[in-house]
Each structure stands twice: as structure tokens, then as C-alpha cells.
């Protein structure tokens, strides 16, 4: 008898060799018991691996299971549905690349290398892909040696892949496929195509939408909501990789290795300054009727430091801003809402004293003079700073913090008075046509590197934190961006090469018994792709060094 332990709770003797979805089959209340009613189990923990649920036990295991409501279980999944879609389009196009590109409001866009789809072509792929989840066919896994699967990607003419794998870390690959449609995956995917049966596509010129199950119902088809300035930041983004002559992140490394890294460098910062300059220059058309300046974002954006840079930029123009920091009106912590989790919510836009800050804003705005709070974190309340301010002329206000394009804040203050910008970093340069990087990961790796050098924080405590962290972005934040009158991508091309040197260690030293291991190994699994570089061409005035240290600005 083989004996498998269910993280250490639940115990089933198998009589022959099985695969882990057998299991789960035949005693279904094993993913109720360990995930909760309704999360999907998508993948398996054993120890330091991590693996599909088509796994053979054939000897005694103790495994855990990993439920698509979690981060890890969801990339799992996304990854799964771009693997279908493309084998669709391959069944149904065979000449068509598909591209993925990025996330883009609970969806994935992507488009065909040089062709613009119609709505027919989406419906024959869509009709594909209910066809294959509706048939349950397995998705199988073969690992390969490295060059053996460059030599097989060589055969079938995949150019993405066989430059991505050329930079590949070990000497082994994981592949996955359906008959001869082969896909090279870093992550685990689902066991069979039935897995992905509730979605939908939508045409989105010059490419189309992969519309996903919602991220706590997997039987329940996410809304699509248009942010039109989100979209076009992505757009800008490509741009930029064009003008870099970037494609994917081999050619990333390809440019490290042959010395042509500094230009790159070079090039990604003047892009970020002629952004910020194209912003000043737009406020400064809005004066004198703009009083406000309003720069919000998630965490790890790079808010602080693009608030520095546009300082500067004003001041070119003549302006001389005032910034005001929305944390220095935090309340005390007894002030402070809790949660559904029964913890103080500072994540809330209530966290904060509005009606202070309400009032010295029109006291500001009237000609008055305020003297600013200043908070202190470590004593948790509010000080007298000695700071007082007033709008004179040539002055503008600068107020930023994560809520501040929230109408909620600043209610008595007409609109043309404001001017909304919105920082986030939106990462675009991918492994290959299949693989992205999750957008959050960027910001993720910039919190953990700042957390582990500056806060005293390690790596588990910003993984642990970071689900609330998303779900409060989610509630108060994103939601915001749409009023945005203009958004900075603070994302750096070359910033995952230069943070794998601070990171990776510290995600090696997580032990594979912790909750927080699956997204230790998926985050080392997405920067063992990146050839490190080191961060001494990294400008003085970058983004970057506000969670790498040696800035030349004082935060």
C-alpha cells in the first residue's frame, strides 16, 4: 500500500500508482477539506517542488495542494488558458503566432504577429477552445533536455523559444503538450483542457482579450471594464521596447552579455524623463486656473521618486511646488477602522484624517496659511512638524500618496483646479510569445528589496502581505486611475535584471515547508531567465534606486 499524506491532515492508501487528480477524484472532500468550498486545486506542493496534478504517486508522499485562489494557483491557471488558446489558433490558423502581452483588467490581451483579427476569426477560435475543454483531454508534461528541446522548438520554427531557452539555467526542460503542439511553461498547468471551460474573447484592436474567470469563482466569467489610459500606457510601453530594440527577455540578455547594456540604460531613463517632462510642461498649460497636483499609485510604483522628478521638471517651467505627503494625516491606530480580519485598515482612504486635510486644503487654496502635520510611525500619531505653507504666486500644490486621485479627499475643490497623475509600473518585456511576467511582480520584487534593505522587513513578511496589499489596491486604488489626466509607467526594462542580484538570495532562503514558498519559487523561477547585471550604471535620479539604495534624492 502507498501511503499519501494531505498536508499532514488527511491520510488515503492507494493500492496502485496514481496520479494526484485520481486521488482528488475519487475523495473529493480532500480539496473541500484543505482549500474550502469552491477553490479549485490547480497544482501540488511535495516539499521543494511543485508540480501538476498529473504527478504519479508510486511510492509514500506527503503533499499539499495549491487552489487557484491563491497567487500561485491563479498563474497556474491564466498560464493553462493562454496554452489552450494557442493550441486553438494552431488547430484553426496553423500559419498564426499568437502573442500575449500583458494583463489588462482581469483579462489578457494579446495579438497575432502581423495579422489584425476579425470577430469571425475570434468565434472559430473561441468555438476551438470550448470544443477541447469540453473533450477533458489531458495536457501531458515531458521533460527534455535543454538543447533536445531548443533542437525540437528549431523543427517547429519557434524562434521566441529557442531564444529564451539558449539562456536557460539547467540542463533539463519541463514541456508541455496536446498531441504535437508542444509549449515550453516555467509554471505547472492544469491536468486536462476541462479545467478551462468559463471564459470568453473579445475582439480588442489590433488584438483580442482572453476574458478570465473571476478571481474567487472560477465558474463565474469576469466583467471586462475599458480603462482606456491603462491601455494606452501599455502601448507606450511597446513603444519604448521598440525604440530599444528589445522584443522579449532574451534579447535583454543578449544586449548584457554583449556590452550594449549601458546604451539600453540610457535610452529607458531619457524615456522616463521625457515622459515626466511632457507632464510638467502639460500642467504648466493649465496654469493659473491649476491650484493641485494629485499623484497616486499601488505600492512600489515609485510614486515618491516621480513626485521628486516632476519637482524638478516644475521648476524648470518657473513653478515652485509645495508637496504635501498624505501619510503625515494617518490617524492613530485606535482611530482606525478594522477590517473583515479584525486588523487596522491603513490601507482605507478612512485611515486617514480627511477632515484635516480638508480643511487645510481650502484654507491653502483660499490664500491662507497651515502648518503641516507630520506623522510618526514610530510613535504612531501625529506631530506639529513647524513646516507652515501657503500658496503665493508661482507656487502649485503637490500632494501624493496612494489615495490621492480619490474624490473623497478633496471634495470642495473643483475639477480645474486639478490635475490627476496616476504612477504605476506595468512591465510589458516578456519571456517569450506565451510566458509573461505578471505585471504586479515588478512592484512585488521592488517591495521585497526596499522591505529587506531600508525596513527591516524579509522577504516572507512582504509575501504574506502582499494579498492584502493587492486586495486593498483593488478596493481603493485601481479604481481611481480612470480619472487619471495622465499616467507614468514607471516600469524599467532592465530593473528585473538588476533586482535578481538583491532578491534572489533571500528567496533561496525560504524554507519549502513555509505557506509562502510556491511564490518564493515562482518569483525565482521568473529571474532565473534574467542574466543578472549589476546596478552600478543604474543613474543616481532613477526609480529604481528608491528600493536599491544610492539615490541621489532623500527620501
Known amino acids: 500500500m502507498i501511503q499519501v499524506d494531505f498536508r499532514g491532515a488527511i491520510r488515503v492508501e492507494l493500492e496502485v500508482p496514481s496520479t494526484v487528480k485520481e486521488v482528488l477524484d475519487k475523495n473529493p472532500n480532500i480539496s473541500r477539506e484543505l482549500l474550502g468550498e469552491g477553490n479549485l486545486p490547480v497544482a501540488v506542493r ?82 476551438k477552445m470550448r470544443e477541447l475543454a469540453g473533450k477533458d483531454i489531458p495536457i501531458k508534461k515531458e521533460v527534455y533536455t535543454t538543447e533536445s528541446a531548443i533542437k525540437l522548438f528549431e523543427d517547429l520554427n519557434e524562434e521566441d523559444k529557442i531564444r529564451l531557452l539558449k539562456y536557460h539555467p539547467g540542463r ?38 482572453i476574458i478570465l474567470p473571476e478571481d474567487r469563482d472560477i465558474n463565474k466569467i469576469a466583467e471586462f471594464k475599458e480603462i482606456v489610459k491603462l491601455f494606452q500606457a501599455f502601448y507606450e510601453y511597446k513603444n519604448w521596447l521598440n525604440i530599444l530594440g528589445l522584443t522579449d527577455v532574451a534579447s535583454l540578455n543578449s544586449a548584457i552579455e554583449n556590452g550594449e547594456i549601458s546604451e539600453i540604460i540610457k535610452v529607458a531613463e531619457a524615456l ?22 494629485l499623484v497616486a499609485g499601488p505600492s512600489s510604483a515609485g510614486k515618491t521618486t516621480f513626485t521628486k522628478r516632476l519637482q524638478i521638471q516644475l521648476k524648470v517651467n518657473g513653478i515652485k511646488p509645495i508637496v504635501i505627503e498624505m501619510d503625515d494625516y494617518f490617524l492613530a491606530p485606535h482611530e482606525v477602522a478594522k477590517d473583515e480580519y479584525g486588523n487596522y485598515d491603513f490601507d482605507s482612504p478612512n485611515a486617514l484624517n480627511i477632515p484635516l486635510l480638508t480643511e487645510h486644503l481650502n484654507i491653502l487654496m483660499n490664500g491662507g496659511e497651515v502648518e503641516l502635520p507630520k506623522y510618526n510611525f514610530q510613535k504612531k500619531r501625529s506631530e506639529r512638524s513647524g513646516r507652515f505653507v501657503k500658496l503665493e504666486d508661482g507656487n502649485i500644490l503637490v500632494m501624493e500618496g496612494i489615495h490621492a486621485l480619490n474624490p473623497q479627499l478633496t471634495p470642495e475643490i ?73 499616467m507614468f509607467n514607471s516600469a524599467l526594462v532592465y530593473e528585473f535584471s538588476v533586482l535578481k542580484n538583491f532578491i ?23 529571474l532565473s531567465h534574467f542574466v543578472p547585471l549589476s546596478p552600478t550604471e543604474v543613474p543616481m535620479t532613477s526609480i529604481l534606486r528608491e528600493f536599491i539604495g544610492g539615490s541621489s534624492f532623500v527620501y
Not at 87 to 107: C, G, I, N, W
Request: hydrophobic residues 35%; glycine residues 4%.
Open 172 to 209: 533539463e526542460v519541463t514541456l508541455y503538450h496536446i498531441d504535437n503542439y508542444y509549449e515550453y511553461s516555467y509554471l505547472p498547468l492544469v491536468p486536462s483542457t476541462g479545467y478551462l471551460k468559463n471564459f470568453a474573447l473579445k475582439l480588442y484592436q489590433p488584438g483580442f482579450l
Open 414 to 486: 473643483p475639477g480645474y483646479m486639478k490635475y490627476h497623475i496616476f504612477v504605476s509600473a506595468l512591465t510589458h518585456l516578456n519571456l517569450d510569445n506565451q510566458n509573461r511576467v505578471p505585471t504586479t511582480d515588478a512592484r512585488l520584487i521592488r517591495r521585497m528589496v526596499r522591505d529587506s534593505i531600508f525596513r527591516g522587513h524579509g522577504v516572507l513578511d512582504s509575501i504574506r502581505q502582499w494579498p492584502s496589499v493587492r486586495r486593498a489596491e483593488d478596493l481603493y486604488i485601481f479604481p481611481t486611475q480612470e480619472r487619471a489626466d495622465a
Open 504 to 526: 534572489e538570495p533571500m528567496l533561496k532562503a525560504v524554507p519549502p515547508y513555509y505557506r509562502e514558498y510556491p511564490e518564493a519559487k515562482r518569483i525565482l523561477d521568473i
Open 272 to 293: 522616463h524623463e521625457k515622459k515626466i517632462v511632457q507632464i510638467a510642461d502639460e500642467i504648466c498649460s493649465r496654469l493659473p486656473d491649476l491650484k493641485l497636483v
Open 46 to 127: 511535495l516539499g521543494d517542488r511543485i508540480e501538476d496534478l498529473n504527478y504519479i504517486i508510486n511510492e509514500d508522499k506527503s503533499l499539499d495542494l495549491i487552489g487557484f485562489q491563491e497567487n500561485y494557483g491563479r498563474r497556474v491557471l491564466e498560464r493553462s488558458y493562454i496554452f489552450l488558446f494557442s493550441l486553438a489558433t494552431r488547430l484553426v490558423f496553423p500559419d498564426l503566432k499568437v502573442l500575449l502581452e500583458h494583463s489588462y483588467h482581469k483579462s489578457l490581451y494579446g495579438r497575432f504577429k502581423n495579422y489584425i483579427p476579425s470577430v469571425n476569426d475570434l468565434t472559430k477560435i473561441e468555438e
